[in-house]
């Protein structure tokens, strides 16, 4: 199995700041990958697909990029509702792996 | 809009069994592969199983082979995760996700509010 590793686990951020997330994968993934949001008891949400489609409503201050594996998301201006959990995924090959999560928290 | 709508959660003892369903709409579900995804309680996420759109072809996790099985019923736009042999590892909110395409891919753009599965005596 891919193994997708995510740093930071956490971080603290105000509203306003620029937070990057770096995810790595154990292989090369080549575009394979994908970004979802989490917030607590809810369900996840595709932020962005591809490496760096921004799925249909997701705010343009999200963003993505990398490829092979090395990937990061990026959120230009945090908003009080961005804060989250943060989980990478790779669908390069079966079965499909998460990071194992970053959380974003109000500093 | 898309929704989906998990049930058949519940407490169940070790060794026991248990089905969840999952009731799809605002999609044509006969056009997309989908899985179940899970959370176990302050972790992360861990794909269960998935099936085509076809429904011909089923994959599942090394951890759950053999003890679940994913089945649809493209005439009731549900899909179905039936749960054997549960063991107090299996304890998780359960979520049904859709996939982008027909055929089974790991992308998910669609994601259910979760059944919670308890294994415990």
């Known amino acids: 199995d891919i193994q997708m590793t995510q740093s930071p686990s956490s971080l603290s951020a105000s509203v306003g700041d620029r937070i990057t997330i770096t995810c790595r994968a154990s292989?090369?993934?080549?575009?394979?990958l994908n970004w979802y949001q989490q917030k607590p008891g809810k369900a996840p949400k595709l932020l962005i697909y591809g490496v760096s489609s921004l799925q249909s409503g997701v705010p343009p201050r999200f963003s993505g990029s990398g490829s092979g594996t090395d990937f990061t998301l990026t959120v230009s201006s945090l908003q009080p509702e961005d804060f989250a959990t943060y989980y990478c995924?790779?669908?390069?090959?079966?079965?499909?792996?998460f990071g194992q999560g970053t959380r974003v928290e109000i500093k | 809009e898309v929704q989906l709508l998990e049930s058949g959660g519940g407490l169940v003892q070790p060794g026991g069994s248990l089905r969840l369903s999952c009731a799809a709409s605002?999609?044509?579900?006969?056009?997309?592969?989908m899985s179940w995804v899970r959370q176990a309680p302050g972790k992360g996420l861990e794909w269960v199983s998935a099936?085509?759109?076809?429904?011909?072809?089923?994959y599942y996790a090394d951890s759950v082979k053999g003890r679940f099985t994913i089945s649809r019923d493209d005439s009731k736009n549900t899909l179905s995760l039936q749960l054997d042999s549960l063991r107090a590892e299996d304890t998780a909110v359960y979520y049904c996700?859709?996939?982008?395409?027909?055929?089974?891919?790991?992308?998910?753009?669609?994601w259910g509010q979760g059944a919670p599965v308890t294994v415990s005596s």
């Open positions: 996700a859709k996939e982008f395409s027909l055929g089974v891919s790991g992308d998910f753009d669609c």
């Open positions: 995924q790779q669908s390069y090959s079966s079965p499909p792996t």
């Open positions: 099936i085509s759109g076809s429904g011909s072809s089923t």
């Open positions: 292989q090369s993934i080549t575009a394979y």
């Open positions: 605002g999609f044509t579900f006969s056009r997309h592969a």
